[in-house]
């Protein structure tokens, strides 16, 4: 087998680069769209929990339960949208959707806190969605729990002035990597893995069958190319597409999110570029599967979105049942997101991910071996 000629493979990509931004939609879907979504994915895949809304039944009507629903509405977690005097009253408006969130202060609060006596304050939850209802039961337990700390420090207590109630273990936590808990400062950096897998899918798999649809692809093969020179000609342009790409989404992470960035760049570059040849592999093998665009297109969204669920970027690998949390180890995107937040949010090298960057090797080096034998079969 010859060695791929520079020229000629230079010749090709040339060719590849202005058959691609010919058309003025490609340029807007390779430049524009992938921002588009960063922007749109960042704002949309949002897990905080804020101003929840909540009904709230207080039957005690003293200065201590009015402090109680302050705490609440203070907090920016919870918005108060209705009251009543019916305890009966919050069923009704969780099961309208009124409200997510309900509060039933009994009468006697007052007179248990100035007793020393441990009061008690219903929480009632909508449960449909599981995670804002657990997240919301965290903030309120939170809350209730401040309220408590601070009616020990002040004293309040029995008629001699002491309180009765203990002050317990005062709890002072601190997030790292992530002080303020924001869900973007976590799924943006993902997105960015996302896309790029995506458009690195769509190029490589629809262009190899745009050629045969066209018919210019029997042209390349009786031309000089060789099948390694004409597979590097189509795969060269999209993965440098794709490093600008990246390099776009980045910055848009940076600057409009306004997403910490502690590791290095050539650590990311070097993951990156790993990534995107375990992306071309794939797309390259289901253009030589694929007969027309139509097919390749489906064909790429049959793989693209057990990936990204079984990446972690919407739900965390830990939840999964152990069968599909051996499946992910086969995911370059899994282990792509893992380096892609370790750099941005933890500052890691290389040797703090061995195993991802072993696993992402791995899959570049074997996906392209195994594609470009594919390849070459298909156009024998």
């Keep these: 087998m010859r060695r791929p000629s520079v020229a000629r493979v230079r010749a090709l990509v040339h060719k590849e680069i202005r058959q691609l931004f010919r058309d003025p939609k490609t340029k807007r879907v390779i430049f524009i769209a992938p921002i588009l979504q960063l922007i749109l994915f960042g704002y949309a895949v949002n897990t905080d929990v804020r101003r929840v809304t909540t009904w709230v039944v207080d039957h005690d009507r003293t200065p201590e339960s009015r402090l109680v629903i302050d705490a609440f509405t203070a907090s920016d977690y919870f918005r108060v949208v209705g009251t009543h005097d019916d305890p009966a009253s919050i069923g009704r408006a969780l099961d309208r959707g009124a409200a997510r969130v309900g509060i039933w202060i009994p009468p006697g609060l007052a007179r248990r806190v ?8 219903q929480i009632l939850l909508d449960g449909t969605n599981s995670n804002t209802a657990t997240v919301a039961q965290g903030y309120a337990q939170r809350i209730v729990n401040q309220v408590a700390m601070e009616w020990a420090q002040e004293g309040v207590g029995n008629a001699t002035g002491t309180t009765a109630v203990p002050a317990g273990i005062e709890l002072r936590s601190r997030a790292w990597f992530n002080p303020s808990l924001e869900s973007r400062v976590y799924n943006v950096p993902a997105v960015c893995g996302v896309i790029v897998l995506l458009m690195a899918l769509l190029l490589t798999a629809m262009g190899v069958v745009r050629e045969r649809e066209m018919g210019t692809l029997d042209q390349l093969l009786v ?128 040797s703090d991910m061995p195993v991802q960057f072993s696993v992402l090797a791995l899959m570049a080096v074997g996906g392209m071996a195994g594609a470009s034998r594919r390849f070459r079969r298909m156009l024998r």
């Design 114 to 121: 100035k007793a020393g006596e441990s009061p008690a304050v």
């Design 223 to 350: 031309s000089p190319l060789s099948a390694g020179e004409l597979m590097l000609g189509k795969t060269i342009p999209v993965a440098a597409i794709a490093m600008v790409q990246l390099t776009l989404v980045t910055v848009v992470g940076l600057l409009w999110f306004d997403v910490p960035f502690r590791g290095s760049v050539a650590v990311l570059l070097l993951a990156a570029v790993l990534f995107i040849l375990a992306g071309l592999s794939v797309g390259l093998f289901i253009s030589t599967v694929s007969n027309t665009q139509q097919e390749a297109f489906l064909s790429m969204f049959l793989f693209i979105l057990p990936v990204i669920i079984l990446s972690g970027f919407l739900y965390p690998v830990e939840t999964m049942p152990e069968v599909f949390q051996t499946l992910t180890l086969a995911n370059p995107l899994r282990h792509f997101l893992e380096v892609v937040r370790g750099v941005f949010l933890k500052g890691a090298g290389i």
